[in-house]
């Protein structure tokens, strides 16, 4: 009984630290569907077959979400289930609606030292769900996002790595030094930066992306009405939280 109460605390303890404490909704940034982008007709819908039974044949090795797929089946059964998972992200994209079981995770707390504050989240959510999150990136993010935008960003983009913002640092510094005597560096570290994105700042921006509408309402479903188990070793999940 206390391994399950466990859980539940640090179930309740991830759900307050990823809580939004944003004053706007994110629904105020659901566009309206001017554009028909996709008519829905299959010869209009933004995804293939081949490209996805491709994606699913070459899916690396994952911990399956809430409803225990594992990844060798979509390896394995690449060419069998590709028309069926093609069907579900096309509707899925086209009529900007992200599945509830999609946004559903399991959290597996990775303890650091030794307050239960201190606990490092590791979210798993359905491979259903990772497939449609690499395909928007792909398709429609990427191609969106101009050079000169991820111009100083280094981190989480597909050349950027921590020795290009090491060789870019100190190309800054050793060209000041060519005219001045010392340079000063201020480093800031934000404390659980990527688990506390202010959603409708992350919307705001992504709207003045070239986007589908219903692309960028798909983000917005993306983002609400979340829920996540926490799943440890001693206890195997607990009640699910929701709004998270």
Same mark, same amino acid.
């Given at each position: 009984?206390?391994?399950?109460i466990n859980c539940s605390v640090i179930c309740t303890l991830f759900k307050i630290a990823f809580l939004g404490k944003?004053?706007k909704p994110v629904t105020q940034y659901i566009k309206p569907n001017t554009k028909d982008t996709f008519d829905g007709?299959?010869?209009? +819908?933004?995804?293939?077959? +081949?490209?996805?039974?491709?994606?699913? %044949?070459?899916?690396?090795?994952?911990?399956?979400?809430?409803?225990?797929?594992?990844?060798?089946?979509?390896?394995?059964?690449? +060419?069998?289930?590709?028309?069926?998972?093609?069907?579900? /992200?096309?509707?899925? $994209?086209?009529?900007? !609606?992200?599945?509830?079981?999609?946004?559903?995770? &399991?959290? =597996?707390?990775?303890? @650091?030292? =030794?307050?239960?504050?201190?606990?490092?989240?590791?979210?798993?959510? *359905?491979?259903?769900?990772?497939?449609?999150?690499?395909?928007?990136?792909? @398709?429609?993010?990427?191609?969106?996002? =101009? =050079?000169?935008?991820?111009?100083?960003?280094?981190? $989480? %983009?597909p050349s950027g790595s921590t020795q290009c913002t090491l060789v870019n640092m100190l190309h800054h510094v050793t060209?000041? #030094?060519?005219?001045?005597?010392? !340079? %000063?560096?201020?480093?800031?570290?934000?404390? %659980?930066?990527?688990?506390?994105?202010?959603? *409708?700042?992350? /919307?705001?921006?992504?709207?003045? #992306?070239?986007? *589908?509408?219903?692309?960028?309402?798909?983000?917005?479903?993306?983002?609400?009405?979340?829920?996540?188990? &926490?799943?440890?070793?001693?206890? *195997?999940?607990?009640?699910?939280?929701?709004?998270?």
């Amino acid at each position: 009984m206390g391994d399950k109460i466990n859980c539940s605390v640090i179930c309740t303890l991830f759900k307050i630290a990823f809580l939004g404490k944003w004053d706007k909704p994110v629904t105020q940034y659901i566009k309206p569907n001017t554009k028909d982008t996709f008519d829905g007709s299959s010869n209009n +819908y933004p995804l293939s077959i +081949y490209d996805v039974e491709k994606m699913l %044949r070459l899916m690396k090795c994952g911990s399956p979400g809430l409803d225990g797929i594992p990844s060798w089946f979509f390896r394995k059964c690449s +060419y069998e289930i590709a028309d069926v998972v093609t069907h579900i /992200l096309n509707l899925s $994209f086209t009529h900007a !609606v992200v599945p509830q079981q999609w946004r559903c995770a &399991v959290v =597996t707390p990775v303890p @650091k030292p =030794t307050a239960i504050s201190d606990f490092r989240p590791i979210s798993v959510t *359905p491979l259903h769900s990772r497939v449609a999150e690499r395909i928007l990136v792909r @398709k429609w993010l990427l191609p969106a996002i =101009t =050079t000169d935008m991820l111009a100083d960003q280094f981190g $989480f %983009r597909p050349s950027g790595s921590t020795q290009c913002t090491l060789v870019n640092m100190l190309h800054h510094v050793t060209t000041m #030094l060519e005219n001045c005597d010392y !340079v %000063r560096c201020l480093m800031i570290d934000f404390s %659980r930066a990527f688990d506390v994105v202010d959603h *409708p700042v992350l /919307l705001a921006k992504l709207s003045r #992306l070239d986007l *589908p509408e219903c692309i960028q309402n798909w983000i917005v479903s993306f983002l609400v009405g979340r829920c996540q188990s &926490v799943k440890t070793d001693c206890f *195997p999940l607990s009640s699910p939280s929701t709004e998270v």
